[in-house]
């Protein structure tokens, strides 16, 4: 066929009919799909992709680029460029290849394409044919737009492609410039500078010999620039866990190559065909500069493992959606009995046989030590005796019989020689007048027992046997904790202690738990007085390095936490801040749900509710942000006086956690209580040099010389993150961006806003004695002042009313709220004795006026807020 043939066959809108190329695109390029068959028309196809990673885009103050972009299988001794070919065609044609976005659809892009065969429009254009159709570009640079043009660029664009779709005219009207600057500030929204793609075109010839008849264009796969976070491959570097519970939950630190923190997601699956899959959990204040993550671990899709399974993680980019190489990770079955306390209540109780004696042998001996048979008192026994028995010499012997009394009747039967049968019945005689003995106290002991109840006395006869103990390391007093048996357990305590064996409280099993540890774990408050009233070390720690008081605050026992902290003692109040194997104080083990009591008690007892625990310098109220327990943070807060500006070690205070964990009420809550809004954590904003001001570019290209260092080499290092800047929700960031105006002093407030109340200690227990003299409910006023939110709180205060009105006045609400709550509920004392001390502004609006703006309950007090608007789409 001739190439006049061929251009005969084309339709006069230049399409063709080519069955599409078959492209598969990486998994963020979404491209249509093109296959090529060589049965019908011309086509265009990429026969070398561009280099996706490692090429820097470079702004016009630079300079040229050190090379042309590579092709994706270029190597150091083999270089290679991207690649387009004309395939069924035979004869001249011209290539043109122009920068697009990486979206879908491709739209024109604001950077520009510079180098050989490139005009100032950023277009790229190559003649080939009429044998060769291959058009390799060799030479291609990249030139990066400063931000402050985009619009304009992208405005010059879209007006050169209006022209030549309207065939060149230059006219456009008034109505159409403005369209096409709306289109361009809409486009500069979402295009990436970071992320380019190549389009390729090819035009033939057509019977004029003008290149004006286009195949259709072939996108290639995205160019990252080397300067953006998301130009390094992903990849995991080193993890320090490569296991956890199959309920997840565990924590790991995983060290990786850069990534940014708002675009990165750990990936757990099973299969990549459809397969189970779930995220780690962290926050971005989790992911420390860039190459270290935190996170726990996800559940498994099942709990009821049998073996351990295992499974894959990788990072993975939330926008782009490439992969780091996956790693091992092996899900275990849960140990629902840690501490082996259902097991060992479980253990059977040995079985033991009948004493064999009485008369059965011979008629000799009775049932037992002193029991009855045919001689009265006796026993039997068989026994190998070797070497020297008694002090007896020589070599071994055998003796066997029936023995009663020796010299009565029954006799015995020995073997050996005169002297050695001499020494034996010495010997035997001892041992029957020591029986006797034994057996006189047995019967004593057995006697007073059954007289009174008390079971001393038969543990008092068998004093030694206490401190014996099974397989798994436990004594007496063990097991009888683990099976719950109080009266035995404080019966062996009375008697080890009268008895001096006080030592064999503190005996710890294989696991490394003493008595104590056990009557914690089993929740047995009166055992844990009697223990260590009795002189049990409460400081001995089991194998995670926890002390009793540990585990106390980590069951959240009430009784058993504060029966271990009556008797604690000043010898060892430094266990209220001790540290276990894992860096956690009691303080912060009793972070949990429905674990304020405990931290009340902590804290009363001497516990520093500040104190930071020692992995990563999280105080308790850190931890109730990070586990989002509302209850437990304002419990910190507004009783405990919990700092709400500390900082952790990488500088994070509350407010970080709480905007980075979209957490709205929990900001709420710290910005009332005076969190500042503007600390900077330890994480830089490090601005690239695609991310500088396009000031100082301006005047490098002017010729003024900013810094002897290149621009390409500098970096600008500014403060941390503060809360806006991890804030991605939209409700948190209107409450950041809105709370300096609440914290501003009144004379300077608007006046819609009314006066906030405040009064002193002495005025607030008047007031409090005035609601209830009038019998008002604390509830009733709660949602008066549209408190409700909190209720809970209040609920488990001693003095519900009087924390309800501190809250409010920490959360400044307006005295004009409260006068109207009070009148409405009828407290006229209340109300004159607020009017007494708050002389309200003439000016200040009334109360009716400031219930006509809408409010909204922020958990401390109604606060008037604007109509939320929809958050900005991201791209």
Known sequence: MTEAQLINGYDSDFQFNLTPYE???????????????????PYIQIIEEPKQRGFRFRYECEGPSHGGLPGASSEKNRRTYPTVKINNYVGHARVEVQLVTHMDPPRVHAHSLVGRHCNENGTCTLDVGPNDLTASFSNLGILHVTKKGVVEVLTRRLRDEWRRRRGGSAHLTAAEESALSKEA???SKMVDLNIVRLKFTAFLKDSNGGFTRALKAVVSNPIYDSKSPNASNLKISRIDKTCGSVLGGDEIFLLCDKVQKDDIEIRFYEDEDGGWEAFGDFAPTDVHKQYAIVFKTPPYHTAELERPVTVFLQLKRKKAGDCSDPKHFTYIPHVQDKEEVLKKKQKPLPHYEPWRGGGERGGGAGGGFGGGGATGEGFHFSQHMNGAVGGAGGGGVFYS??????????GAHMVGSAPQQRQLSIIAAAFQAGASGASRQARAALLRYCASGDARFLLRLHGRLCATRDAGGDTP?????????????CELIDTLQSSGRGHVLDVANHLQQTALHLAVLMRQPCVVEALMRAGADPGLRDRDGRCPLHLAALGGDVATLRAALANLGERHAHLLTAADYHGLAPLHLAVRRDGHRCLRLLVESGAKVNAPELKGGHTALHMAINQNLLKVACTLVTELKADVNARTFGGNTPLHLAAAAHAHTLCSVLLAAGADKDAENDEPLVLSSSDDD?????????GARVSSQPISCRKRRVGGHT??????????????????ARHVPNKIKDKADGERWHVDACTLRELVDALSDAGVPWNKLADKLGMMTLAHLYQDSPAPCHSLLQHYQLGGGPVEDVLEALESLGV?????????????????PPPDKLRQESTVDSGFSSQPIEDEQPPAANH
């Open 828 to 844: 006229h004392e209340g109300v004159r004795l607020l009017r007494r001390h708050h002389r309200p502004d003439a000016h200040a």
């Open 401 to 410: 019989g029936n023995v009663g009394r020796f010299g009565g009747g029954g």
């Open 477 to 489: 007093l063990h097991l009888s904790i683990i099976h719950q048996q109080m009266a035995v357990t």
């Open 23 to 41: 492209y598969i695109p990486p998994v963020d390029v979404k491209t249509e799909a093109y296959i090529p068959e060589t049965a019908h028309g």
């Open 185 to 187: 500030k809409e486009l």
């Open 723 to 740: 809360a806006l800047d991890l804030a991605k929700c939209h409700k948190v960031r209107k409450l950041l961006t809105s709370a300096s």
């Open 694 to 702: 396009d000031e100082d570019r301006e005047e490098e290209e002017a």
